[in-house]
């Protein structure tokens, strides 16, 4: 018990320490520790969407992290329920092959990636970003859905088809709703990783009109001085959504994360 | 409604395993078959064969006029009731019931009043807004059923559908079924591993074994002149006794065949006025009639024999008894083949 508060407030403290300081003035910010915050100001918040326009990167980051869960579930969905289902030749080492693309390091791929990108004339644009994200993220994808959908059981299916329902039809009447949990939790894992990946949105932008939030963050420091107070109000903004999403859907997560582990 | 003819219908697994091999079956219109066996044998094959989850990998299947055997299921116009049930846990009783229905493109008012015809009929009238995990053993058997009936289908498909039950419900449903069947004259094909409620439900039985139809029968042909063996054996309870033929001496019709000898054609005399001596090792009162484990033979290590005898007078055990065999109702058996030896009267 002891132990797992301390646990808890060790990991809990540097958001409390950047909350509080993202609404600490930037001359008091390396004064004394600011445990308990006597006056708050939303100076840097201001300073943020005001003159920085902070939103534009908010906008990249939503519509490439969204774009991309949406065509992982839907893609990796199907993809998924095909490999748990059916028996072909071979599926063991598709399966292998999809996880073994997941694992590369970022890095090793950046390059190729660039030059690809670049004879696309893709470089700059959201579809520049959001198809590499979905190389990653779609292994992911189709791993977690894979072990859903294989918990589900197959009568039920059949006995869809055999009451008249396509294999589709039956994928969509009967497969999805039971699978909601795990298609839920997929995509804020998805989402949560395109959300705060950052070497590809670094490499595969040129100007702050198409960076994501991670990349504008990063890129705030100056030549002769750090906004911390900025710095700080950024990052809280960018965790904000992906927090929400996660308490919003909480029930859900927890059910999909242990879904198959009793019967329901 | 429609017959279903299977013609030299095979299935070999992508492992190499043969479930079902050369299978000739024709399921009259409105005929209530029933597919039995040991586990393994291949029945729910060939039923999943007939519903279309399964394809054939050699033969020809029929409904009707109209040849299936590439068709998926949707097309056949089929109903089936599985083991597990399969009820879509997401959907109340009363869309569970009429999915099949909006599946193919039924309207409101119809779906509607079937369901409701179907639920009166099934006495789920009073669950319809309730989901699967909120209802008895019993009322999910019938959801199940309810989801079959609904659909006025060409044909029933049953998947071993009591085997989720207790005895009791078990057995009140197989009337249910029986009178179920009588009502909607639909062409059924029943699959189950329990010889009994093969023999109480078919119109005719079919006994399978290592993917080998055995023998298609009325149940009292079956019971009465199975075509081998392993047919005598796995009808009847208890089990058909098995004796060298020559134990009877010039009983036989012909040398070195099996004699088989159901419990219920034996009867218990006096010591040394039957046709055997035996010793009374067990004795099983079952209510309306007494279940024996003879041994024969003098050292009492000889072949056990089950008889079926009345209840009075008492018997006691480790005493000798003798044996009467009902000469008209023995069974003889090629030792090989285990195929039977007619004997003509």
Request: aromatic share 8%; hydrophobic share 50%; with cysteine.
């Amino acid at each position: 018990m002891v132990a797992l508060t301390l646990l808890v407030m060790a990991s809990a403290f540097p958001f409390y320490w950047a909350i509080v300081s993202s609404f600490t003035p930037e001359s008091r910010l390396f004064q004394s520790p600011p445990l308990f915050p006597a006056d708050l100001v939303l100076d840097h918040y201001r300073t943020l969407f005001n003159e920085r326009n902070f939103w534009v990167p908010v906008r990249n980051s939503l519509i490439v992290a969204g774009t991309t869960t949406a065509f992982c579930v839907a893609i990796g969905g199907l993809c998924a329920y095909a490999l748990a289902r059916l028996e072909f030749r071979g599926k063991s080492l598709l399966l292998g092959v999809i996880l073994a693309v997941g694992m590369f390091p970022q890095i090793s791929v950046v390059s190729p990636l660039y030059l690809v990108l670049r004879q696309l004339r893709l470089i700059n644009t959201y579809p520049g970003l959001i198809l590499p994200y979905l190389t990653f993220a779609m292994p992911l994808t189709i791993w977690l859905l894979v072990g859903f959908f294989r918990q589900l059981p197959a009568e039920l299916e059949e006995a869809a088809m055999v009451d008249g329902a396509s294999r589709l039809r039956a994928f969509r009447e009967v497969i999805v709703p039971l699978a909601l949990p795990g298609l839920a939790t997929t995509a804020i894992l998805t989402f949560v990783y395109s959300w705060n990946e950052f070497l590809f949105a670094l490499s595969f932008t040129l100007g702050p009109e198409r960076q994501t939030v991670p990349v504008a963050i990063a890129l705030f420091r100056g030549q002769y001085q750090v906004p911390w107070g900025q710095i700080l109000a950024a990052a809280i903004v960018a965790t904000a959504p992906v927090t929400l999403l996660v308490l919003a859907f909480q029930r859900r997560i927890v059910q999909g994360l242990t879904a198959g582990a009793v019967k329901g | 409604m429609a017959a279903v003819r299977l013609e030299g219908i095979s299935k070999t697994y992508p492992n190499g395993h043969v479930a079902v091999r050369g299978l000739d079956l024709e399921i009259g219109d409105g005929e209530f078959m029933v597919l039995v066996g040991p586990s393994g044998c291949g029945k729910s094959t060939v039923l999943r064969m007939i519903a279309g989850l399964e394809t054939p990998t050699g033969g020809r299947m029929l409904i009707g006029d109209r040849d299936v055997t590439a068709l998926p299921p949707q097309e056949r116009d089929i109903a089936m009731v599985f083991q597990s049930y399969a009820l879509y846990p997401h959907m109340t009783v009363r869309e569970n019931l009429g999915f099949g229905l909006r599946m193919r493109g039924a309207t409101r008012p119809v779906i509607a009043e079937r369901v409701e015809e179907a639920s009166r009929v099934l006495g789920l009238a009073a669950v319809l807004d309730r989901k699967p995990a909120q209802l008895s053993g019993g009322q999910r058997q019938r959801v199940a059923l309810g989801r079959a009936i609904v659909r006025e289908p060409k044909v029933f498909l049953f998947d071993e559908p009591l085997s989720n039950l207790d005895a009791k419900l078990r057995v009140e449903t197989r009337a249910e079924l029986a009178r179920l069947h009588r009502r909607l004259k639909a062409t059924a094909v029943y699959v189950t591993h329990d010889q009994e409620e093969a023999m109480t439900l078919g119109g005719r039985v079919a006994v399978l074994r290592d993917g080998y139809l055995q023998q298609a029968a009325p149940p009292m042909e079956l019971y009465r002149r199975p075509a081998n063996r392993f047919v005598a054996g796995f009808v009847g309870s208890p089990e058909m006794n098995f004796l060298p033929g020559d134990i009877l001496g010039a009983a036989a019709p012909g040398p070195g065949l099996t004699l088989g000898v159901r419990p219920h054609d034996l009867a218990i005399v006096a010591a040394g006025a039957g046709d055997l001596d035996a010793w009374v090792d067990v004795v099983e009162p079952r209510g309306s009639e007494l279940l024996l484990y003879l041994r024969l033979g003098a050292d009492r290590a000889g072949a056990e024999l089950r008889v079926i005898t009345a209840p009075e007078p008492p018997i006691e055990v480790e005493r000798v008894v003798g044996v009467a065999f009902d000469r008209a109702r023995l069974h003889w058996f090629e030792p090989e083949s285990g195929q039977r030896v007619e004997v003509s009267r």
